[in-house]
């Protein structure tokens, strides 16, 4: 099923120009997200192919069937209870039985949980991003020789830096698990020129290998130092390098850009979200109103022109989820939406869908 099967059968309820545009806060080269509620009919409902939601290939055009669309309400999910606040102008259609559907019959203080909390997600996002951009990983990834270190005396050498100041080549080694101790290993030499001893070495290949390599010693050999793998800052470093050479993959290449050019070093548009989010939660709490036509626009769209600096607007964040706290604490607002009175008006516009169908 897709939106233009939702169009053509005439199974919409909802649809209205989301995102941006609904806050305000857009630019002239702005998408144009759209959102929406449909009904499945009568028949593929009660089938076994339930359809919760249509989208579009980029995402930006997102309908939910209604029963799913009930089911984020009562869990005050920002992105369907902004459906219930859109501005009038960002309205395309409104079928009658939706006008039942109002904002202010779910705002309860789980918005401090979905608004508040999907923000503080919002400012983790920005700081790991923000570390990206300042510390950018290098296109080569480091080798496990670049974890492991050598006992001198009562310290420790890097394993590259020890094997040049004595002389060594990687290949002379030979490795042999200690006993009862995790990572560490006994390191023996091969003197002989042929490499009679047979070692294989420190790793397989610097370039691949994801462990130490270990060889067969002869018995009585005495090792000359011992090598310690740091195998848990090595599995740290490669999920980090992973990530962040799949964030270069993945990124927006727009949004990167508008980055890197208001030189602050922190997605803009990311923090702009943080923002409206938590003063949309601390409208709820304090007003138990639902204000999706921002009136900060001006704040809003200064943030995203990189005006403030990084931590500037994290310091700021983090007061005003300590406000947005202390406002849900003393709010007035129900615990939850009226679970029964939702399930009534879900089943009472299905049935008054499905009769006028007939």
């Known amino acids: 099923m897709t939106i233009s099967d939702l169009r053509q059968r005439g199974l919409i309820l909802f649809e209205a120009i989301s995102g941006s545009r609904a806050y305000g806060t857009n630019l002239p080269h702005s998408d144009t997200d759209l959102k929406g509620v449909f009904i499945l009919p009568e028949e ?13 290939a980029t995402n930006d055009e997102v309908f939910y ?22 501005p009038p102008d960002c309205v395309v259609y409104r079928h009658p039985l939706f006008e039942a559907f109002r904002a202010e019959d779910f705002l309860s203080k789980l918005c401090r949980q979905s608004f508040a909390e999907y923000a503080i997600a919002q400012i983790r996002k920005a700081k790991g991003l923000n570390k990206k951009i300042n510390h950018p990983e290098p296109p080569s990834r480091k080798s496990v020789l670049d974890f492991c270190y050598v006992t001198v ?47 294989r070495g420190l790793v397989r290949d610097p370039a691949t290998s994801q462990d130490v390599l270990l060889s067969a010693v002869p018995k009585g050999e005495e090792p000359v130092a ?35 050019q208001h030189g602050k070093n922190y997605d803009a548009k990311n923090m702009l979200h943080v923002f409206r989010l938590l003063r949309m939660a601390e409208e709820i709490a304090l007003n138990s109103q639902l204000q999706v036509r921002r009136p900060d626009r001006e704040f809003l769209l200064a943030i995203r022109r990189g005006e403030f600096e990084y931590e500037e607007l994290v310091q700021q964040a983090e007061t005003l989820v300590k406000r947005v706290e202390a406002a849900f604490a003393a709010s007035s607002l129900p615990e939850a939406p009226d679970k029964a009175a939702t399930e009534l008006l879900l089943v009472q516009t299905r049935r008054a869908w499905y009769g006028a169908a007939k």
């Open 153 to 199: 005396g009562a310290g420790a050498q890097p394993v590259q830096q020890w094997l040049t100041r004595q002389g060594l080549s990687a290949a002379q080694c030979g490795l042999a698990n200690v006993p009862h101790l995790t990572d560490l290993y006994a390191v023996f030499i091969d003197e002989d020129p042929d490499g009679g001893y047979g070692y």
């Open 226 to 260: 011992y090598l310690s793998f740091n195998r848990n800052g090595y599995s740290t470093y490669c999920r980090v390098f992973r990530e962040y050479h799949e964030w270069v993959a993945k990124r927006n290449a727009e949004r990167y850009e508008n980055t890197v």
């Open 44 to 56: 593929e409902f009660y089938g076994l192919e339930y359809v919760p939601q249509v989208a579009n």
């Open 65 to 86: 069937e209604l029963r799913r669309f009930v089911e984020l309400l009562l869990k005050n999910n920002p992105t369907v209870l902004e459906l219930l606040g859109t």
